[in-house]
């Protein structure tokens, strides 16, 4: 069984960056393909980026059309962790942040495609 858990959440001003980190271990055979979601008081579940590769040799990224250019996600499997780097950071960001694993198939940015699911990290962005 993978175990996931995210850090870096935290409170910044618009325009501000974090990095959320995501620190996978147990059993990582089920981490080719991850995704971070991010959930909203009062709102639904949205996926925010995906990633699907191994290595150096990431073939497929995917990003929801609201952090496109200004978010990124990578993955480091020499200390098994995957990144969100967050720039530009605005104030509809603020959520509480997932990294998920364990993917079924499907789209990347399907929460309901993944089994694995970390506790989360809090991003809050003030105007």
């Known amino acids: 069984q993978v175990r996931l858990v995210e850090s870096g959440g935290g409170s910044v001003q618009a325009g501000g960056s974090l990095r959320l980190s995501c620190a996978v271990s147990?059993?990582?055979?089920?981490?080719?393909?991850m995704g971070w979601f991010r959930q909203a008081p009062g709102k639904e579940r949205e996926g925010v980026a995906g990633?699907?590769?191994?290595?150096?040799?990431?073939?497929?990224?995917r990003y929801a059309e609201s952090v496109k250019g200004r978010f990124t996600i990578s993955k480091d499997n020499a200390k098994n962790t995957l990144y969100l780097q967050m720039n530009s950071l605005k104030p509809e960001d603020t959520a509480m942040y997932y990294c998920?694993?364990?993917?079924?198939?499907?789209?990347?940015?399907?929460?309901?495609?993944?089994?694995?699911w970390g506790q989360g990290t809090q991003v809050t962005v003030s105007s």
């Open positions: 998920a694993a364990d993917f079924k198939g499907g789209s990347l940015l399907d929460g309901d495609k993944y089994n694995a």
């Open positions: 990633i699907v590769g191994s290595g150096s040799d990431w073939t497929t990224l």
């Open positions: 147990g059993y990582t055979y089920n981490t080719y393909q």
